[in-house]
């Protein structure tokens, strides 16, 4: 009798229950450990996805599980109507170790935007008058699902069927300092960015990109918001992106890495422009609750600089070796990342090798059609690296028009 693997029954079961709003791949998740992650009938399966860039020290980290469950015997959740210690130290962790001064919490990247886009309308109508209110934000640009993330999204492929969007936003090309100025009017009231935009493919901007938006935003009086949800949290190598570039926004807004895997988001802001909340402002039920703060204050006490550091050098492990293998073949068109971001550009449909890659029990993702983004684990190891290169390098030999060829000189 052949049994039924127990992935095929819950899938069955998931497909009827729950709402279509992905295409999930054929894999039912169930348990991890570091990088690998193990599905429910035992396969085991290299993790180069991380929930999409949120499991920043790998799944079930033993500190971070203490932490949550020493966390759970004594406190959940209480509202933002009384303080919590985690929230208190979190704050200070996100403030001391930036440019920030106050912090807000929520519950994701989107929720983040949103506060973010709230917070800068309502400085610059106090500040500069009531018609303040546009934000310029990028082509390409990913910012969340929600309506005002959405409307500042600069990807029309999510916002189809969702007119009308929320008025107020302008999108220019990204890496165009002069499109930016050439698109502000009295209305402006800030700039939204993704220091290296994540959803697009990896995209990192000229150097000085960033210092001449900053310049700009001065010279207009302009909110400078980066959106450092994907980038935030270590994943560049750095605990924010903007700091390879020594230029500090007013907002930041962050997600995903922050909690190691517990929704969390939070907005970070500079003192002046964050008095422009006041009670009633803003407010989350959830937001900042002790349990995802206390995985917070955990993950940032990892990410010390000596770990950063090392961040960087892993990160370079990977993509010296894709350039390497790239070298060899035609299908690795490019290879591009900061940290542990990385972009890879194929020659072929980056689905076919990421399907090809879960009978190799390697998990990989993908941005668009013919880009691949590696965001593993934070604390991944060089073994790991390698792993995951003979797993990619067998799957590119499995395409018949595969051309290896000896490096070029
Ligand atoms: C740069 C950026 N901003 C915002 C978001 C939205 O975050 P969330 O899915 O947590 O709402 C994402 C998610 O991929 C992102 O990459």
Request: proline share 5%; net charge positive; aromatic share 8%.
């Amino acid at each position: 009798m052949i049994l039924e693997r127990r992935s095929a029954s819950w899938m069955k079961k998931g497909d009827a229950v729950l709402m279509a709003t992905y295409n999930r791949f054929p894999l039912v998740l169930e348990k991890g450990q570091g990088a690998t992650i193990v599905d429910v009938d035992g396969e085991r399966y290299l993790d180069f996805v991380s929930g999409i860039a949120v499991n920043a020290l790998g799944h079930c980290n033993p500190h971070l599980v203490k932490v949550i469950t020493q966390q759970s015997k004594s406190l959940f959740h209480v509202s933002n109507l009384y303080y919590n210690v985690p929230q208190i130290k979190l704050a200070e962790l996100l403030t001391s170790r930036s440019f920030a001064d106050r912090a807000f919490f929520c519950n994701s990247g989107a929720e983040a935007n949103e506060a973010a886009i709230k917070l800068a309308r309502k400085y610059a109508k106090a500040s500069r008058g009531a018609d303040c209110f546009e934000i310029i934000a990028m082509n390409g640009a990913f910012h969340g699902r929600t309506l005002a993330a959405l409307s500042a999204t600069g990807q029309g492929k999510y916002q189809k069927g969702f007119e009308p969007l929320l008025p107020g936003f302008r999108h220019v090309p990204f890496d165009d300092p002069e499109a930016i100025e050439e698109a502000i009017t009295a209305r402006t009231a800030a700039v939204l960015l993704e220091p290296i935009q994540g959803e697009a493919g990896v995209r990192i901007p000229t150097k000085g990109y960033l210092a001449r938006v900053r310049k700009i935003c001065d010279a207009h009086r302009l909110v400078l918001i980066f959106d450092e949800v994907q980038t935030g949290i270590g994943r560049t190598g750095r605990l924010f992106a903007y700091e390879h570039e020594g230029v500090a926004p007013d907002i930041i807004t962050l997600a995903k890495g922050l909690g190691g895997g517990v929704p969390i988001g939070a907005m970070l802001a500079t003192e002046a422009v964050a008095q422009a909340f006041s009670p009633g402002s803003h407010a989350s039920t959830f937001g900042g609750n002790p349990l995802v703060c206390a995985a917070g204050v955990a993950v940032l006490g990892h990410l010390t600089e000596n770990f950063l550091k090392k961040v960087r050098e892993r990160g370079a492990y990977p993509i010296d070796r894709l350039a390497q293998l790239q070298k060899k073949t035609d299908l690795i068109k490019e290879v591009r990342g900061m940290g542990l971001l990385i972009g890879v550009d194929l020659a072929v449909p980056a689905l076919d090798i990421i399907k090809r890659g879960h009978q190799k029990s390697l998990l990989l993702n993908r941005t668009s059609d013919y880009t691949l983004r590696l965001i593993p684990p934070l604390n991944l190891r060089k073994a790991e690296v390698d792993k995951m290169m003979t797993l990619f390098t067998d799957i590119l030999m499995e395409f018949p028009d595969v051309e290896t060829r000896p490096p070029k000189s």
